[in-house]
């Protein structure tokens, strides 16, 4: 190891907290900032188990740079050394870190203040208490509110501010030096607007049909599962920029039922009308009738996964059925997975496995597909 000598001209306020020097507690300073930290070293005195104990400011700091401190750790071959590179770390993080920036200066509060009292307070539905973020709503022509966030920047309104909606599609504002949160809330309006027949298609589906995924639709969603029968569904994906349009349209369920489902959707393709609803479309195409929502007619669909007898897995509900029409016992892909792959006699290529179905003892297989983080 290095001598203290070297640690102190370095680190003047970085101190020895016993004899075999293991132990250094103090402060390191950087761009006119004070840091706490700590330091144990091993008996040793090797860096690479060496642990380090930081301020939670420091951490605020160092959040996103913890893979270098550690890998600096391991190559460095002394205390001192480290030190040099550890403070060459802080320096960028500070440089980098827009929340230990200086606080905006009075005019900014006035301003925004200002601002949101010629927008209306009753448009505010959020501010936190660094007057950094702040949400604001509107409700469209059928009374649906909406939320925009808005994460202000310390030059504001010099600088453009982030947002984040609950639309389906990116919502990019047009800035200037100019603007101001009533500018921005008024083209916030005018994208509310434009999503206003997006949002009646699926609001038509989420009150008329029985939507078996998502559970809990968000505004931004685009898809819907939708129940036709026992043991079939049909996946639709909405484009939210031409809404009336034919969805994306897949069938799940056995083959016995799926095919002539899709028969019909090919054949009646011509039917299709941007004057209906895409409900009604649907059900013109396909030749049925969506079951309702109520409870009473979701009792007489059998949707329980046949192994674990539960309807809902985590997050998944059963997506695999058995295709022989006498039994049409749906699983979920998990559960069925794993049973078959218990099975002495089933066999397994790659991710897809092949046995019986554990009702009818018929031909059955299923892919184990990896789920998106």
């Known amino acids: 190891?290095?001598?203290c000598e070297g640690l102190i001209n370095e680190c003047p306020l970085l101190i020895p907290q016993n004899k075999q020097k293991t132990v250094f507690d103090g402060f390191i300073m950087v761009k006119d900032k004070e840091f706490r930290i700590r330091i144990l070293l091993p008996e040793q005195k090797c860096l690479r188990n060496a642990r380090l104990q930081c301020s939670w400011q420091l951490k605020q700091v160092l959040r996103g740079y913890q893979h270098i401190v550690k890998q600096r750790l391991q190559h460095c071959?002394?205390?001192?050394?480290?030190?040099?590179?550890?403070?060459?770390?802080?320096?960028?993080?500070?440089?980098?870190?827009?929340?230990l920036a200086a606080p905006p200066p009075p005019q900014y509060y006035a301003q925004l203040i200002k601002e949101i009292e010629s927008l209306g307070w009753d448009k505010l539905a959020y501010m936190d208490a660094e007057f950094r973020t702040i949400?604001?709503?509107a409700e469209d022509s059928a009374g649906r509110e909406h939320?925009?966030?808005i994460k202000l920047k310390s030059k504001y309104p010099a600088e453009s501010p982030d947002c984040s909606t609950d639309f389906p599609v990116p919502f990019v504002i047009s800035w200037t030096q100019q603007s101001c949160l009533m500018h921005l809330h008024s083209q916030f309006l005018a994208a509310v607007e434009s999503l206003q027949e997006f949002w009646d298609v699926m609001d038509e589906i989420d009150e008329k049909t029985w939507v078996l995924e998502p559970e809990k639709p968000a505004r931004a969603t685009t898809t819907r599962r939708i129940a036709i029968g026992n043991n079939v569904s049909i996946n639709i994906e909405v484009d939210p920029r031409h809404p009336k349009m034919l969805p994306e349209c897949c069938f799940l369920g056995a083959d016995h039922v799926v095919t002539p489902l899709r028969n019909k959707l090919n054949a009646n393709l011509h039917l299709w009308s941007p004057e209906c609803t895409v409900l009604q479309n649907l059900k013109d195409m396909l030749e049925v009738d969506f079951p309702s929502p109520d409870s009473h007619e979701k009792s007489s669909f059998s949707m329980e996964c046949g192994i674990c007898y539960?309807?809902?897995?985590?997050?998944?509900?059963p997506d695999q059925v058995c295709d022989d029409p006498r039994c049409g016992q749906p699983f979920h892909q998990e559960c069925l997975y794993e049973w078959l792959r218990g099975l002495p006699h089933s066999r397994q290529s790659f991710n897809v496995i092949f046995g019986e179905c554990p009702y009818c003892n018929k031909p059955i297989t299923v892919k184990m597909t990896v789920k998106k983080s």
């Open 1 to 3: 190891m290095a001598n």
């Open 147 to 149: 939320m925009i966030t």
């Open 310 to 317: 539960a309807y809902r897995l985590a997050s998944s509900i």
């Open 135 to 137: 949400k604001l709503k």
């Open 77 to 99: 071959s002394d205390l001192v050394s480290f030190m040099l590179e550890f403070k060459t770390v802080l320096e960028i993080a500070l440089r980098n870190k827009n929340d």
